[in-house]
């Protein structure tokens, strides 16, 4: 599992979400989406506190992880994230 954040979108979610610094954004499987790494299952993401037992990658000074109990969504895969006329977009 390898999460890769390119330049525009590392500067969308400092500007869009203004963390603090305690906060991480976290990746995990939902139903449906555009990118489905599993068979109905896409990805979203939300802001919240950085468990001890996730993975996580900080790039750029922000902090993006997928907890533990996600990881079987993300294993064997890259998510590479991007953003494009302000929506995300993510590709393997």
Do not use: C
Not at 14 to 22: G, I, M, V
Not at 52 to 65: C, I, N, Q, W
């Amino acid at each position: 599992m390898k999460i890769n954040l390119d330049d525009k979108a590392q500067q969308w979610f400092q500007e869009e979400l203004a963390l603090s610094d305690d906060m991480a954004i976290k990746f995990y499987p939902r139903y449906g989406g555009d990118l489905q790494l599993k068979q109905g299952i896409g990805i979203a993401f939300t802001v919240e506190h950085l468990p001890a037992d996730s993975y996580h990658e900080t790039v750029g000074g922000l902090t993006y992880f997928v907890d533990s109990k996600d990881t079987w969504y993300f294993e064997d895969d890259t998510l590479n994230v991007t953003v494009d006329n302000d929506e995300i977009i993510y590709s393997k």
